[in-house]
């Protein structure tokens, strides 16, 4: 019973654990420093707890007792974190960081503060352990072996459930606060369990010596106590050293994702909780525990080195995961599965060995007289390894060696045990022999793994588990690649002359190198990124940007002489230096000296400078990134603003890809009560550029300060050319992106209900987009001039380059449309299939006017009705009225002499919509309604046209009230299909203000 409460136990812990990375996370920032912190100071907790009962657990008459009113302290604690969390971070940002200034000083206070906040609970976990431990051992006597590798298999296969529950099912439900809420109440529920088991007699080991503590006096005693205590600390830094470099290398195959990150800390629990599991019995029938934990300590290094040769093919399995499964949600959790599955073979053999180490150090002290003090001694120093491992894996071993190495040389340091355990045991020839063979294994191995397993870039650099290539192409060349401190980044040159950098094999930004040839479609989002707000401001003196990339957008940035410092915050050190491989293209970001790049978490460098900025940049990796999501929150669009001038600006970017309409509803409901006016831009065909302010922003932004100088060159390399290109981009204002947020009202990431990352994983998974907000430019309604946001371009000024954004596009087969109809030559305008298609259209329209000059037969009025349609989408929204002329007003086309009554009224209709004449729309649009349902049917398709086009007429008028009531009106006649019914219930969305 004891050991099925000790599951519980493990699983309430790593609930805990897991869930303090998130919040810690969120004060900290997610640099590397901050990760290795949190993980430090609930390891050391751990360790210090433990150490606590080595000292002074022996004087306790009932441990079982004393471990059931530790387990009440830690779920009372549970229940009350959230809201101790939630005031200290209030008062840290409001009063005391801005009072203490340097930054020195506010980073020791943060690290201060997170150990107060969680040191004392994981104090209270390392007692757990010793005290289950020895309590259980004293009502058992003469089964320490299998007591101690039940209770480590119990603890552990609890704490791996609780990785996975807390991550699946707790977070997704309830959210962060809820998760350690229901941690607590299981600790209760263990502390009652506990209390009621804990009768009965405990008796001291008789080697238990009053006022000492269990310490021994011989020599002999005192070697292999420091033997022992040495080797668990070097074994423990070796195998959290695994732990990250594994999570780490398998992020480059099966991506950085919440789920990912949680499915692999679970393999690793499970293989140490089986661990213990197999050595519970052997323990206590090996004749002498030493020799046995050497040979597992080498066993140990070899697994590790294997995994390596496992790693090599994990991006053939998961490119033949993503070719083999569908794009659903079950296929999703299939992918999960085939994620646990390479974790599972990859990293739990060698967690396997390791969960057999510690309870055969215990053992071997136990056996030699050395008393229960020394469970929590071996337990705290083993412990105390893993802090060690922890930080030199992340602060040193990777950056200066990188993953591969670091892994070989943690293998090296359990097999240099194992040898060196094994050689101090051998009292016999045979032994001699056996450390012989180990160490020739050990030399062999490392030279074999050294020489035969390398990493090939082209793979850790392919994204595989976005697009299912296990391999860049052929003609690609990886020209930088670095295991930096939170992500492997890799820069990669194609044959076509554009240069990528990925992070952790994804692409964050692309650019053409060579001058004449088209720009990438990344590099619009990067530039206009940069230009869109400083349209909005006068002059503005400083900027803050969020994320380096590629730093096309620093050096944009400084393309403005007005400013006099550019603040660039990335997290990633490596991506800073990786991206130099740009040139010429982002020098200014290198060598301008108004350019500052700070190696930090944004959060935490804003907080600590408490400078206020002209204008901040959020431009940072994807959403469905573990820890990303952060910066698309509530909390984090509250936090925003302190760091803002009295007229600033902040501009957000936010994909359209790998996402779904509900996950950009949950940003925006995050977003838009922290600001008064915001402004949405479409930078290509799906980065949206979000414009936000404390203030209402202008109308007319000034782009036309833009043209000039710098900045004009680097708006003309990416296809802008005209201040009017710009305003053609924006897709939302204020009204409508309320309007977009109210559609998904229910949900708002936030730093305490992770929306984004809960979600966004699968997302990208599935290929999703959020075609409904991406394709309003490109409606086949004239949704967005009718609201007064952006209409088509003058008929003088290009649209732009068309596979840089579709709006442009769908503008140049309409002018080409038009000249058509308008017997003009097409020329070399758009390319070639797009004049086949058109010079098809016109001859249609040509062949139907001279039959219509008599009388059409019923199936030519049915073709002519057809066309016409095509004929209003393809031109009303993307025409102005000057464009107009001679296609819907006064067709050239059109030679019917006697036309039917339907299509003469629809024609005129037509029209006044396309000469933007509201009260004619309006008229002619209630007169087609009021007869909708009379006419033949051919022109039903018609009566949508005639209700977005009644509906946008009053709108323009300012008939708001009667522009809403057209739904009451008309709605029940006029089905809501396709584009149209997209129209309709944005609309709804709209007109529903509060």
Known sequence: MLLGIFVLSGFAGLIYQSIWSHYLGLFLGHAAYAQALVLAIFMGGMALGAALI?????????????????????????????????????????????????PWLVNSYKWILAGILILPQTVLLGMTFPLMTSGIIRRFPGRDGGILGGLYFTNSIGAAIGVLVAAFLLLPQIG????????????????????????????????????DGGQVASDGRRRLLRIALLATFMSGAASFAYEIVWIRMLSLAVGSTLHAFELMLASFIAGIAFGGYWIRHRADSTADPMRLVGWLQVWMGLAALMSLVLYANAFTWVGFFMESLSRSDGAYSLFNLGTASIAILIMMPAAFFAGTTLPLFTVALLRDGQGEASIGRVYAWNTLGAIVGVFAAIHFLIPVMGLRLTLIFAALIDMFIGVALLRWRADKRRSFIGVGSAAAVVVASASLVMVYVPFDPMQLSSGVYRHGQARLPAGDEVIYYRDGKTASVSAVASADGTFRIATNGKVDAGIQMIGGRQATADEPTMVLAAAIPLAYLDRPETVGVIGFGSGLTTHALLADPSLKRVDTIEIEEAMVEGARVFAHRVDRAYTDPRSNIIIDDAKSYFSGQQHRYDLIVSEPSNPWISGVGALFSKEFYEFVPRFMSEDGIFLQWLQLYEIDEALVGSVLNAMVPAFEDYHAYLANTSDLLIVASKKTLPKEPDFAKLFGGDMGLELQRV???????????????????????????HRVNSDYFPVLSLKAPKTRFRGQAAHQIFTLPVLDVPLLEALGISGPVPSHISPGIGSHYPRAMRTDAARLLARALKGQELGDHGTEATRVEISRSALMFESLAMKCQASWRHEEELLAVSMLRYLVENTLPFLSAEEQEGVLIAPAWQACNNPPAAYAEIMELLEAAASRDDESTELLARDWLDGAGERDAAYQVFDAVAFSQLQFALIRQGKLIEAAAVEKDFGAKVQAKGEYGLARTLLLAWFDRS
């Open 54 to 102: 080595a000292r002074v657990g022996h004087r306790w008459r009932n441990l079982v007792r004393g471990y059931a009113v530790v387990e009440l302290i830690i779920g009372v604690l549970g229940l009350v974190f959230h809201w101790v969390f939630v005031g200290a971070l209030g008062l840290s940002y409001e009063v005391l960081i801005p009072a203490l200034g340097q």
């Open 176 to 211: 962060l606060h809820g998760a350690i809420v229901v941690a607590g109440l299981i600790n209760i529920m263990v502390a009652l369990l506990a209390w009621l088991l804990s009768g009965g007699e405990e008796r001291v080991r008789s080697e238990e010596i009053a006022g």
């Open 719 to 745: 296809g802008i050319e005209h201040p009017e290109q710009m305003q053609f981009r924006m897709l939302a204002d204020a009204e409508l992106i309320e309007a977009l947020a109210r559609l998904h009202e």
